[in-house]
């Protein structure tokens, strides 16, 4: 990394450099203000995050509140060999990334696509409407969401399978069979979360210079084309940005949801690392059990990010760093 | 603004409009939902099924939250918390996100690594509960503001926005004699309205949606926010989430949960459309003219 | 704080630098938004007095914090001369807290916590006094039933005052108009309950013509803990309370027993004839209770009164008539026990250093116990909250007990009518009837042995091995499990640790005796 920046150090409009030390010297300088513009955030990163790091170490212990990170014994890998040897780990792991896969397949796109959708409008006035529309159940909870979801799909007169059942004659337990678990998941996501997911970007499009989309239509492209050659490049450093950021929470399903959403029935294909996290921490009070489970999931997110982070630059993109 | 009318334009106007309804009545549904059964009596409520409009309007739920005056303190806990909390969040978020987005800075690629190093590790509740307590914030809103006054995640975003707005606009400023403080505050911030709209709204409703910050820093139950009530009341009603040793809680009427959901859930709902002429396309063009 | 301060002052001086930054100072406003951050929060330490004891009590809120230093606080402040500075904390964070509080050292004089893992390893590591001793020495708490505070012994030592609660709540609940009119009987066998369930769910005894109603209804929390209607049933027909152990000391899960088996037999049929709700398996509690209380099911066993369901049920079915009898099965009434108590009372060493102060608050909670504090804690204060009429009192205001008196009802120590009550509350029939049904099956209840014994496999994996179980329950009475996937779950639930758990228990129970 050091490289990478006396690389970009030699700068046009500033005098042949000397010496390495001299131009790190009157970069520095020259940057006085901005240096000092980064300090409170810096300041802020090293005190709330960096000096409560030591809490990682928590995977290593037998932790007890009561003995605390000073008193409790340190045990090495033990965690990470229990979890990896626990016969639930292979369903664990499959189900959470089949999941994780899932997100990025189905619901990572969706707030892009209706982004453009939105972006098509002409009038602001019914723009501006849906909008407000769309990102209000981003605002309703999980608890409420999925109990919504009970109404409209339990067996039970459920209004839509009470629909299903007089087109078709019969229904489908879409809460409780296996098969359904993960359309529903994705679904809900999707439902509650499009609207919000636009808002970002949209103010990237609202970056976007008109004159090009006049200057496009003079040339004559169609609809199509403008959205693909002007919209969409627009906003490709923001998705490829918002891209990487959400590898790096890969192994996170987001527990209060799936969690609401897992019955007896389909347990084998609803239980995430999150869950049984929350079995083990929570419940039994398992914490350094819990937040080696944890570590493992950052380690993973690490990996990715830094890998997506090089594949991105490799492509000539900006990428997170 | 000149549009050409054809055949192959028309059709993709009224799909989009079509398809764009559609969506925002689906979902706008649970909303629906749960203003309607507030307004429900609950005898109506007891026979179940999805009700979307009332059939026997009633106003005893309001009734009963407005008779208690803790709904309407932490209210107001919540709206301090949410205007002075994205300030800072701004203030801080945007001085340290200009520099970082300067490709010529020194340090600047490890300070980035750094960051999103925070995104995936951090020490976890107990570590962090002794930071905050040694900087004297527990037991004042300052904690939930001041721990979490950058979000990494925005930062990284809002750099990227930043490095967007063309560098010749800031050069000239430069030549008129701006510090680099001077061109955040004077060029690029107005010019990133829809960016900083965008984050602002992002921070709001993080500030809005505290409540696990809040029962761990805050003693005094007089302190507590809007959704640390709201949680007490709908999610533990719901009896699948939280402690099921507990078993006596008082479980408030389908109805009432739903009141208090509108009551807490409102006003931050109020704040988008305020914030929607910044998303206007061409914000950014028409400043710089103007 | 001083880190906090510089901090602050830093953000301060770059907000103020930025307005100067451009030469020309036409706008010199906006940056003042956040000075007045430096206000700290001085918490002036209290003068020592030696009059009222200063207690700091940390339990979980109930619907509301009632304020500091209303008229209850006041006077339970009176009576037992103290200071009170209660933390009320809610659910949805409690553990939590209490765990950071722990950490942190930042304990209160009194703790209120949960007969779970994580405690009881703090029990045993001597983070709490030990009360045992003590209790001999204070009227009232050594009259209260041993039983209460065995429930909470950690390797026979108490290190906690029990919030008392009923052992054997459980009841059954029934529609009295509807077995009337059909000439139904209360069911006892489980043969019974399946004429019963059968002829509830076939017929209409609503009348409406519709085929709406159910004998009984599960909800997905049907097998779990103490209130696991499955539990109940196979208690009632003769069976263990969870776990069954001989005089050799050998346990056996409630789901090795042939009661238990019988009852999940029942449910299935049940399941496979559509008599009982499809969807039980996702359905929650409150789905459940809405049913019942819109008239649509005829029996119910509950911890509740069946007073709040009759109230609640008249506002949607005017004519509904509820009653209320004990779990009565073949072999005569059987409930099995609950752990007697809503949370445990603890007193941290680390804030309560010597033995006088702790006698001080053992003082505390016993006057808690004498007449005066039973009726206020109870009932909350004469004219406000109830009014006195012979030999009953009357409540007054229904909502104001709820905000003012319940907060405290739910976490101070208070048997009801069974201690030290002089005059008891009128209620109505049917509330009372359920009151003396709760009463009398502290005679009947069937203890769960294992209930205070330790074994490593439990703290490491009980919730996971009894989620397999559970999940087994559901799957066969769904039929998705036959009679072999059934036994071949509990052999996986043996191989997985089941086994050890037996063996653990068995040891702590021999040793337990000696």
Not at chain 3, 131 to 158: C, F, H, M, R, S
Not at chain 3, 284 to 312: C, F, H, P, W
Request: charged residues 20%; aromatic residues 12%; neutral net charge.
């Amino acid at each position: 990394m050091k490289q990478n920046v006396s690389i970009s150090a030699g700068l046009p409009g500033t005098k042949a450099p000397r010496g390495k030390a001299d131009t790190l010297l009157r970069d520095i300088i020259r940057d006085k203000w901005l240096y000092l513009m980064l300090l409170p955030g810096i300041i802020y990163f090293i005190i709330f995050k960096y000096v409560p790091m030591y809490g990682v170490s928590m995977a290593f212990m037998d932790y007890k509140p009561y003995t605390g990170f000073l008193g409790s014994p340190w045990v090495g890998f033990k965690h990470f060999e229990r979890f990896f040897s626990e016969p639930q780990f292979g369903m664990l792991f499959r189900n959470t990334v089949i999941l994780a896969v899932y997100n990025l397949v189905f619901f990572f796109p969706m707030p892009i696509i209706l982004s453009l959708m939105l972006n098509e409008v002409r009038r602001a006035k019914f723009k501006n409407f849906v909008q407000t529309l769309i990102y209000i159940p981003h605002f309703v909870s999980w608890v409420v969401v999925v109990g919504i979801f009970y109404i409209l799909l339990t067996t039970e007169n459920g209004i839509l399978n009470e629909l299903l059942y007089q087109i078709t004659g019969r229904k489908i337990a879409f809460l409780l069979e296996a098969e359904w678990f993960r359309t529903m998941i994705i679904t809900q996501s999707i439902w509650k979360e499009i609207g919000w997911g636009t808002v970002i970007f949209l103010a990237a499009l609202a970056g976007v210079d008109l004159q090009q989309y006049e200057a496009a239509r003079i040339d004559g492209a169609s609809r199509w084309r403008q959205l693909w050659h002007i919209t969409l490049p627009a906003i490709r450093s923001t998705i490829i940005i918002l891209f990487i950021l959400r590898l790096g929470n890969f192994l996170d399903s987001g527990f209060e949801h799936i969690f609401l959403m897992i019955t007896p029935t389909n347990r084998e294909v609803g239980e995430v690392f999150d869950t049984y996290v929350y079995t083990k921490g929570m419940t039994q009070g398992q914490y350094s059990y819990s937040s080696a489970v944890g570590l493992f999931k950052s380690a993973v997110g690490l990996v990715l990010v830094l890998g997506s982070n090089w594949l991105a630059k490799k492509f000539g993109e900006e990428g997170v760093y | 603004m000149l549009q050409d009318k054809t055949i192959g334009n028309r059709i993709f106007d009224i799909t989009n409009y079509t398809l764009l309804i559609l969506i925002g009545l689906i979902c706008v549904l649970p909303f629906v939902y749960v203003l309607a059964v507030s307004f429900t009596s609950p005898a109506e409520v007891a026979k179940g099924g999805l009700i979307l409009w009332p059939k026997e309007w009633s106003l005893a739920s309001y009734r009963y939250i407005f008779s208690t005056d803790t709904l309407f303190r932490s209210m107001l806990v919540s709206i301090y918390i949410t205007v002075v909390g994205t300030f800072i969040n701004l203030l801080f978020t945007s001085l340290m996100a200009y520099p970082l987005a300067k490709a010529t800075l020194r340090g600047r690629q490890f300070i980035l690594l750094a960051v999103l190093f925070t995104m995936l590790f951090g020490g976890g509740m107990i570590p962090t509960y002794f930071v905050v307590k040694a900087m004297g914030l527990t037991n004042s809103l300052w904690s939930l503001m001041i721990p979490n006054a950058i979000s990494a995640f925005n930062l990284i975003v809002l750099k990227n926005f930043f490095q967007q707005i063309p560098d010749g606009l800031e050069d000239s400023a430069r030549i008129d004699g701006c510090t680099d403080v001077g061109v955040l505050f004077r060029i690029v911030l107005p010019l990133s309205m829809p960016a900083m709209a965008t984050f602002g709204l992002f921070y709001a409703v993080g500030h809005w949606n505290q409540f696990f910050s809040a029962i761990l820093y805050i003693n005094d139950s007089r302190l507590y926010p809007i959704q640390v009530l709201l949680r007490q009341i709908v999610i533990l009603a719901q009896g699948s989430i939280g402690d099921t040793s507990i078993d006596n809680v008082e479980i408030q009427p389908l109805t009432i949960r739903m009141a208090v959901i509108v009551f807490a859930t409102v006003p931050i709902l109020l704040v988008y459309p305020f914030l929607q002429k910044h998303f206007a396309k061409g914000v950014m063009l028409g400043s710089v003219k103007g | 704080m001083k880190k906090r301060m510089a901090l602050l002052m830093g953000g301060a001086l770059l907000a103020t630098t930025v307005l100067s930054a451009c030469g020309s100072n036409n706008e010199q406003n906006a940056a003042g938004g956040n000075t007045d951050a430096a206000k700290g929060n001085t918490n002036s330490p209290a003068v020592e007095d030696t009059a009222p004891l200063e207690l700091s009590i940390a339990v979980h809120q109930a619907a509301e914090a009632p304020a500091k230093g209303n008229p209850m606080e006041q006077a339970i402040e009176k009576y037992t001369n103290t200071k009170l500075s209660f933390q009320w904390i809610p659910n949805s964070g409690y553990d939590e807290k209490i765990n950071v509080m722990i950490a942190s050292g930042e304990l209160p004089k009194i703790l209120k916590v949960s007969y779970v893992p994580n405690i009881i390893s703090a029990m045993q590591a001597d983070v709490f006094w030990e009360l045992g001793p003590y209790l001999q020495d204070y009227k009232n708490l050594a009259a209260q039933p041993e039983t209460y505070y065995d429930n909470i012994k950690v390797d026979g030592k108490l290190y906690g005052l029990p919030v008392f609660r009923n052992v054997g709540r459980a009841a059954l609940q029934y529609r009295k108009d509807w077995f009337d009119e059909s000439g139904l009987q209360v069911p006892k066998t489980l043969d019974d309950w399946y004429n019963v369930l059968k002829a509830v769910a076939e017929g209409d005894p609503d009348k409406n013509g519709k085929n709406d109603t159910y004998g009984f209804m599960l909800d997905k929390n049907y097998n779990q803990n103490v209130f696991s209607t499955l539990t109940r049933l196979s208690v009632m027909q003769g069976g263990p309370n969870k776990w069954g152990v001989d005089d050799q000391g050998n346990f056996t899960p409630e789901f090795m027993t042939p009661e238990f088996t019988d009852t999940l037999n029942l449910f299935r049929k049940l399941y496979a004839e559509k008599l009982i709700n499809q969807d039980f398996a996702v359905t929650d509690s409150q789905t459940v209770d809405k049913a019942y209380e819109a008239g649509r099911v005829a029996l119910r066993i509950s911890g509740g009164n069946a007073q709040s369901m009759q109230s609640n049920l008249e506002k949607v079915v005017p004519t509904a008539v509820m009653d209320v009898v004990g779990l009565e099965g073949s072999a005569g009434i059987r409930v099995p026990a609950e752990s007697g108590n809503a949370g445990i009372l603890a007193i941290p060493k680390s804030s309560v250093q010597s033995e006088a102060e702790l006698k001080r608050i053992m003082t505390f909670f016993d006057q808690l116990l004498d007449k005066e504090m039973v009726n206020l804690i109870n009932k909350g204060i004469e004219g406000t909250h109830y009014t006195v009429e012979g030999d009953y009192t009357l409540p007054l205001d229904k909502d104001a007990d709820a905000k003012e008196v319940k907060p405290y009802r739910d976490t101070l120590l208070q048997r009801g009518e069974s201690y030290n009550m002089d005059k008891l509350m009128k209620q109505t029939e049917l509330f009372e009837k359920n009151n003396k049904v709760v009463t009398e099956n502290e005679k009947y209840v069937v203890t769960n042995p294992a209930l205070t014994l330790i074994s490593n496999t439990f703290t490491e994996r009980g919730s996971e091995l009894e989620q397999m179980i559970t999940d087994a329950e559901t799957k066969y009475i769904m039929g998705k499990l036959d009679e072999a996937g059934w036994n071949a779950e509990i052999e996986k639930w043996k191989q997985a640790g089941g086994s050890g758990l037996m063996e653990e228990y068995k040891e702590a129970y021999l040793r337990n005796k000696k």
